[in-house]
């Protein structure tokens, strides 16, 4: 097993979401994965019953003991819930993972279209995690809160992408899984280079947790040494084989198989 990736997201009990298809991900890229979990959620396939936040110096403190005894290659946040819990993991990272690479996924709007971040949560969202984030992947719907802009196609994720660079953050990968039409457009963009990752969309509605699963997939690669390329290609192709191996469980947006039988020294030719 190679890397360790801190992993600061909140929980789904339906399994397929959060802390548990972070972990999944991380063992499907033969890392390991720590947990620092920021809530508890209540849900199923058709979405978010129930959220219990977790306190403030709990959170702070799962950090703390596992970033001084275990250590971390990456920290990988998702869900934080509103500006308190934003403001005190990033002062526990700000004291402890000095250095280490942080891949954000700002979860604000989970599959159901439950609310997952407070609105008054976005600014300290910006302000605080996204300058010190490696990498940022919001799907579409997200970047048009970070960046304030309107996306409907691939100009509009470049400048979308370009106004979320401007706000501290060396790269972004913006999913376009949310825009209309079978071909499925992903951007990866840096202050100096973009590239298109282009696929085709596979019919399903057993989505849950696509986006934690690539961002941990991906902070898996960072944590292993990958080139950030490499671990998006190795990361996206992950997420589509998952998909097509899909279990079909629940009434509504259903897990993927994150237990998908593709060699992960295989995955990255996949794509």
């Avoid at 890397?3 to 802390?19: H, P, T």
């Avoid at 003991?65 to 946040?77: N, P, W």
Wanted: proline share 5%; net charge negative.
């Amino acid at each position: 097993m190679r890397g360790r990736v801190l992993i600061v997201a909140g929980s789904d009990s339906g399994g397929g979401a959060g802390i548990q298809a972070d972990i999944k991900a991380c063992a499907a890229m033969d890392a390991y994965s720590a947990t620092a979990i920021t809530a508890l959620t209540a849900q199923d396939t058709l979405g978010v019953h129930g959220v219990h936040p977790v306190p403030l110096d709990f959170i702070r403190q799962q950090i703390r003991l596992s970033l001084r005894d275990i250590g971390a290659d990456v920290v990988k946040t998702g869900m934080l819930g509103d500006a308190a819990t934003i403001e005190a993991v990033c002062d526990a990272l700000a004291e402890d993972g000095q250095g280490i690479p942080l891949v954000a996924d700002p979860v604000m709007v989970a599959k159901g279209g439950s609310n997952l971040l407070a609105p008054d949560a976005v600014a300290t969202l910006k302000r605080r995690l996204l300058p010190m984030a490696a990498l940022v992947t919001p799907n579409i719907p997200e970047a048009e809160v970070l960046s304030g802009l309107r996306i409907t196609g691939l100009e509009e994720m470049r400048a979308a992408a370009r106004a979320i660079l401007a706000l501290g953050v060396p790269a972004v990968l913006l999913k376009g899984g949310h825009l209309e039409g079978d071909q499925l457009l992903d951007l990866l963009a840096t202050s100096d280079s973009e590239e298109v990752f282009e696929g085709t969309r596979i019919p399903s509605r057993h989505t849950h947790g696509t986006g934690c699963t690539l961002a941990s997939a991906i902070a898996a690669g960072l944590a292993q040494g990958m080139v950030l390329w490499d671990a998006v290609a190795r990361g996206r192709s992950f997420v589509q084989a998952a998909l097509r191996a899909a279990p079909g469980l629940g009434r509504g947006h259903g897990p993927l198989n994150h237990g998908v039988t593709v060699d992960p020294a295989r995955i990255a030719a996949l794509s």
